[in-house]
Nanobody
Framework: QVQLVESGGGLVQPGGSLRLSCAAS????????TGWYRQAPGKERELVAT???????NYADSVKGRFTISRDNAKKAVYLQMNSLKPEDTAVYYC???????????WGQGTQVTVSS
């Protein structure tokens, strides 16, 4: 199993930036693909970005060119750099790890991101 803890959320003005971090523990990090998802009030959880253990990335169309996902396998960490934030980016952001063999999903507790003036 793997445990995930997110940090870095907060309140930011439109056009601003935030960097989310996700610290993993409890298992061999290399065995997991990782990603960030978000859930806004009244909406379903949606994919934001994913990154494989080899570094291949995928982004939702709504964040392409503004968000960058990265990971540090040595530190067992995943990051989401969010630039040019918009009010519609307001949501709880969740870190995800998916075991590459069993496809079991693990989730963090979430971190709130609010974009408002």
């Amino acid at each position: 199993q793997v445990q995930l803890v997110e940090s870095g959320g907060g309140l930011v003005q439109p056009g601003g930036s935030l960097r989310l971090s996700c610290a993993a523990s409890g298992s061999i990090f290399w065995f997991y693909a990782t990603g960030w998802y978000r859930q806004a009030p009244g909406k379903e959880r949606e994919l934001v970005a994913t990154i494989t253990n080899g570094g291949s990335t995928n982004y939702a169309d709504s964040v392409k060119g503004r968000f960058t996902i990265s990971r540090d396998n040595a530190k067992k960490a995943v990051y989401l750099q969010m630039n040019s934030l918009k009010p519609e980016d307001t949501a709880v952001y969740y870190c995800n790890a998916k075991h590459i063999a069993s496809l079991t999903d693990y989730w963090g507790q979430g971190t709130q991101v609010t974009v408002s003036s």
